[in-house]
């Protein structure tokens, strides 16, 4: 397996090196590069630079504690530790998913000599030591000199074609390619799993503007995940009360507690600060928001003076969401059950489909606009049961050790 990711820094009279100085959601081009190829499983990180670059990029990663001690900093290929056999190398102005670099990374490494990505531009090298030296240096004159080493080595020697799979890598040409890049990246952490109308034309149409902004600031996605709880426990405690305002302003914040649910991923995405500790709260409190909504509606129920049954219904209501909460939660932590399967079963996919907050949204919002809250309970108490047991039934339970 290829363990060595060289990143070659464009000479300092080069107008591409004033790109390295650029922040895509939040990183600078050089960060985002190493921290890329540390998740897509690369144990040796080098930069190749000028002395002054190395100085300023040196001071720029001392502030990173995951990449802290963990980059070799080199100012020509002769100096590349451990004298890998063969490494993969790139320009760092480019984003590249990490996801696609890990698989691409896996591919290469079972062919020998060069090899590359027919067709897509700003794609790594797989560089064998003997040429190291060679496409470094063709390297220092940015993407044009990539090019220039690609056309020169296809008319020697034979270069494989290893194919891309995933997203695109970006290169990043100026300071006007920003944002499109960052909504592409945005777009991209979008899933089968998100719900077809609440997420797909709400939630991720405001979460993405937001966390656009918000990945230039010091905010950690924990941070959010707090402020969704908060702001949808507020949203329950108002949506207990009767009346137009009250209910309208619980939803709104509800909504926004929602909205904020996706904002934590994306950003956590973008700035590769997920963690375990991280899924489990925003999981849980998703849930504990849920549940506090169920007991407001169930409370507000009550009050109305529909008393009778409603300790039943808001029992039935809350075991089915629990119930449907930790059976998605612990498949998508041990890696799923049957609906891993390839083929998948086509019931598979459409329970997937139907496992995010979607339904409950719109349940919520039709009951309180129409003045029946009631209506709610009676949706989650038979609808979430049903698809609990449907989920197990289909998309089975999690298996232990994967």
């Given amino acids: 397996m290829i363990d060595t990711a ?15 100085d650029l922040e895509v959601a939040g990183l600078s081009l050089v960060t985002r590069w190493l921290l890329t190829a540390q998740q897509a499983g690369f144990r040796t ?28 900093w080199a100012e020509d290929a002769s100096r590349l530790p451990g004298a890998p056999a063969r490494c993969i190398v790139s320009v760092p102005a480019a ?15 079972d062919v020998d000599g060069l090899a590359t990505a027919e067709g897509v531009r700003g794609a790594p090298w797989a560089i064998p030591s003997a040429l190291h ?10 993407w044009a000199g990539v090019e220039r080493f690609g056309g020169q080595a296809r008319r020697s020697a034979p270069v494989h ?39 797909r034309f709400v939630n991720r149409a405001l979460s993405e503007h937001i966390s656009r902004r918000l990945v230039r600031w010091p905010v950690t996605p924990n941070q959010v995940t707090v402020a969704s709880l908060l702001l949808g426990l507020l949203g329950a405690w108002m949506l207990r009360l009767d009346g137009a305002a009250t209910s309208l302003l619980g939803l709104a914040l509800f909504q926004c507690s929602v909205v904020l649910d996706h904002v934590d991923g994306e950003i956590a995405r973008l700035k590769f600060q997920f963690s375990r500790l991280g899924k489990w709260l ?29 300790l039943a219904l808001l029992g039935a209501a809350v075991f089915g969401v629990s119930g449907s909460f930790l059976a998605v939660f612990f498949w998508s932590l041990h890696g799923g059950g049957r609906a891993r ?62």
């Fill in 45 to 72: 990180l080098v930069v190749v630079a000028s002395p002054g670059r190395l100085a300023a990029l040196r001071r720029a990663t001392a502030v990173e504690p995951r990449l802290r001690g963990r980059v070799h």
């Fill in 95 to 109: 984003v590249v998913h990490p996801g696609a670099l890990r698989a691409w990374r896996t591919r290469a490494s």
């Fill in 341 to 402: 399967e390839t083929p998948p079963r086509p019931a598979a996919g459409t329970l997937v489909s139907m496992a995010n907050r979607d339904g409950l949204c719109l349940a919520l919002w039709a009951a309180i606009l129409v003045g029946r809250p009631a209506w709610f309970l009676w949706v989650l108490a038979i609808g979430s049961n049903v698809f609990w047991v449907a989920w197990l039934a289909v998309c089975g339970a999690p298996r232990r050790g994967t």
């Fill in 6 to 20: 060289v990143a070659v820094c464009p000479r300092d009279e080069l107008p591409d090196a004033a790109l390295l």
């Fill in 161 to 199: 074609h290893i194919p891309w799979e995933g997203p695109a890598p970006e290169i990043v040409g100026s300071s006007a390619d920003v944002p499109g890049v960052e909504r592409r990246m945005l777009r991209a952490l979008r899933t089968p799993e998100d719900g077809p109308i609440v997420d």
């Fill in 282 to 310: 925003d999981n849980f409190s998703d849930h504990a928001v849920d549940l506090a909504v169920i007991a407001g509606i169930a409370w507000r129920v009550a009050a109305g003076g529909s008393g009778a049954g409603v």
């Fill in 133 to 142: 030296p060679a496409f470094v240096a063709a390297a220092r004159d940015g």
